[in-house]
């Protein structure tokens, strides 16, 4: 008889249709099996699916366990309870590892029962189940929906060192590292960096680790994040950056209601509606603190930042009166955004710089940059900065920058927020805390 081989990965499940009564050669791991009399049930995990197949062979079932790496030869019926309406009936399994000691922690249940530490710290296995794992095939579709956005709009994708001399963003929470000898730092974002290459490639953006030395333990913060950045010259305003944004995140959540629908149904997720960019929510900072502090009769103790309650209130206000999951907050204080931020020289002590809101919190910063080297020296100096540390950073300034902006997006925040998470360590595979550098 004829063999097929299958390559589930790439083919969608309602293609498994077109297998029925052939015989097909497939290779996973066992994930569960559950006897019955005479027979079993065998969920075999691929690299995408998880596959219901049926044996009713006594010595082959005798010699099954979970979690063994195998090749199944089976023979495809239609089945219409099975998941993808196919069932597999295993006719030989070829053995190409068995687990050596008993699973930990259960993996293979509807969800994998117990803390977030536990969890975290079992992560090899834990991602096995079929809902963890669809968290990061989600975060995958992020990506592959912002990159499709960027390769339309002619975005070069740059590499940026995570070795650097100087910390972009100020603060006391950047790593230190000994540099043969020297003192350097890992990379606070790739802000120098990806400004720099506005000069070469007018359009950029980049996916890579971001480190933060952040010393509290917060539901929100990690020590290592994926931050997805991108910078772009000839802007008119700051607002053009705002603009590209919505259409970056409208592009990837098409992509994941066309793609990833089995993911999202799993984790019972519902895609926000990103509002077409003109109708999306904007506030400047202090109109947002006022709002927030009328409507919810609260005294904010912090003037030239959100608190992070505040931020979950204006959301839940925005939502309330516009219907809307995302709101842009602009103008925020100098004094609370770095040095290289374009001050609104009608309003001088507000910058022309952003924040986006999404559920609740923030899953972007970005803005309009400063261009002028003379503007850029006076606002150093202005700031006690020592402008020779900065002598590379300024070469671009110096010989010529057009007006340009950009965001920086934190992956993993946007990626629980979408679903429904609490914590920001759920959407990172592995996690980075103060506690926390294995696995
Ligand atoms: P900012 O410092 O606001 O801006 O960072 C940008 C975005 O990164 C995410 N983020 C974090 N995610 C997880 N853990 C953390 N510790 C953490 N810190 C920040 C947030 C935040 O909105 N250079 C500017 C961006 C720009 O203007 O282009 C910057 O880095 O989602």
């Given at each position: 008889m004829e063999k097929s081989q299958i390559?589930?990965?790439?083919?969608?499940?309602?293609?498994?249709?077109?297998?029925?009564g052939k015989r097909v050669i497939v290779h996973g791991s066992i994930y569960k099996i559950r006897k019955m009399s005479g027979f079993c049930f065998v969920i075999l995990r691929t690299a995408r699916h998880m596959l219901q197949c049926v044996c009713d062979n006594k010595e082959l079932i005798e010699g099954m366990a979970e979690e063994s790496c195998v090749i199944l030869t089976a023979k495809v019926a239609g089945e219409s309870r099975a998941r993808y309406g196919v069932e597999l009936h295993m006719i030989s399994i070829e053995y190409l590892s068995v687990p050596e000691a008993q699973m930990p922690?259960?993996?293979?249940?509807?969800?994998?029962?117990?803390s977030l530490e536990n969890k975290l710290d079992f992560r090899p296995l834990t991602l096995r189940n079929e809902k963890e794992r669809a968290i990061f095939k989600i975060q995958e579709g992020l990506l592959r929906g912002f990159r499709r956005f960027f390769e339309k709009e002619h975005f070069t994708e740059i590499h940026t060192p995570?070795?650097?001399?100087?910390?972009?963003?100020?603060?006391?929470n950047i790593f230190r590292l000994d540099y043969f000898g020297k003192e350097a730092y890992l990379a606070q974002s790739p802000q120098f960096y990806k400004q720099m290459m506005v000069g070469v490639f007018e359009r950029v953006y980049e996916v890579g680790p971001v480190f933060r030395a952040e010393k509290h333990d917060t539901?929100?913060?990690?020590n290592e994040y994926m931050g997805v950045d991108f910078e772009m010259g000839?802007?008119?305003?700051?607002s053009d950056i705002m603009e590209m944004e919505v259409k970056m995140l409208t592009m990837a959540f098409e992509l994941l209601g066309q793609e990833y629908g089995e993911e999202l149904a799993l984790l019972g997720v519902e895609l926000p509606k990103m509002q077409a960019w003109g109708n999306v929510p904007i506030l400047k900072f202090s109109e947002a603190k006022r709002l927030v502090a009328e409507e919810f009769h609260r005294e904010p103790k912090e003037c030239h930042d959100f608190e992070p309650e505040e931020e979950k209130l204006l959301s839940e206000l925005i939502k309330r009166k516009f219907g809307s999951e995302f709101v842009f907050v602009t103008h925020y204080p100098t004094g609370k955004r770095p040095f290289y931020v374009m001050e609104d020289p009608d309003s001088?002590?507000?910058?022309f710089s952003f924040d986006l809101i999404f559920r609740g919190l923030e899953i972007t910063t970005g803005g309009q940059r400063i261009h002028e080297y003379g503007v850029q020296v006076a606002k150093m100096l202005e700031r006690g900065m020592d402008v020779k540390d900065f002598d590379s950073y300024l070469m671009m300034h110096k010989h010529g920058m057009p007006p340009h902006g950009g965001l920086g997006l934190g992956l993993e925040r946007l990626t629980a927020k979408l679903l429904g998470f609490e914590n920001i360590r759920q959407a990172s595979l592995f996690p980075r805390d103060i506690h926390r550098l294995t696995p």
């Open positions: 390559n589930l990965p790439e083919s969608s499940p309602e293609e498994l249709a077109a297998y029925v922690i259960v993996i293979n249940g509807k969800v994998v029962d117990t995570k070795i650097v001399s100087e910390g972009a963003e100020g603060g006391a539901a929100r913060h990690l000839y802007i008119k305003s700051f001088p002590g507000e910058t």
